[in-house]
């Protein structure tokens, strides 16, 4: 088996790819090595030493390490753990994989209304269409939390969380996106 690794445009973060299949539906990410207690994998690579967080994609796991971390000494401890992983096929969740579906929380702060529900599923669509997948390639993720006045909120996953570059990304691109084809949007903010 062969993992291939790519650059991200946050520094702290490593792409990786297995070639095969991570999660079968949604994303899930880890901040701290509590949270990934559920996840055999994450664990492990908690363990390594300098990792801050990790994040399943759909075909690739996402690995951020703490500032200054030399990844030439991270990236093959990481490999090890990945190879282990695949090669023994063992479960990515202790409770299966319904355990890793990304599910926005439940926040009254981001509780859309009904009235604008066409102007929701539009934004929706655009993101899933075209935001997502350009995130994805980036290692991350995005997550819609709501609209409201004109202001669409997003949070953003994986490599894109703590990126250098994800205000650029979120005012410059998503942002222009979703004015261009959803014109009732006047912002967009991380959540």
């Known amino acids: 088996?062969?993992?291939?690794?790519?650059?991200?445009?946050?520094?702290?973060?490593?792409?990786?790819?297995?070639?095969?299949?991570?999660m079968t539906s949604g994303t899930r990410e880890f901040t701290d090595p509590e949270a990934a207690e559920i996840s055999p994998l994450a664990s492990a690579l908690f363990s390594v030493g300098d990792v801050t967080g990790v994040f399943f994609g759909g075909d690739f796991i996402s690995v951020s390490a703490a500032p200054g971390t030399d990844w030439s000494q991270l990236k093959p401890q990481v490999v090890a753990v990945l190879l282990d992983h695949f090669v023994t096929e063992s479960p990515l969740f202790t409770g299966g994989d319904a355990a890793g579906i990304a599910v926005p929380d439940d926040d009254d702060e981001f509780t859309d209304d009904p009235a604008d529900a066409d102007v929701i599923a539009q934004i929706r669509e655009l993101i899933e269409t075209r935001v997502r997948p350009a995130v994805a390639g980036d290692g991350g993720d995005i997550i819609y939390r709501g609209f409201r006045e004109g202001v669409v909120f997003l949070t953003m996953q994986g490599a894109c969380a703590g990126c250098p570059s994800s205000s650029a990304t979120l005012k410059q691109g998503i942002e222009g996106l979703l004015k261009h084809y959803v014109p009732e949007v006047n912002e967009v903010r991380a959540a």
């Open 1 to 22: 088996m062969f993992i291939e690794t790519e650059t991200t445009p946050n520094p702290a973060t490593l792409k990786f790819l297995p070639g095969r299949q991570v």
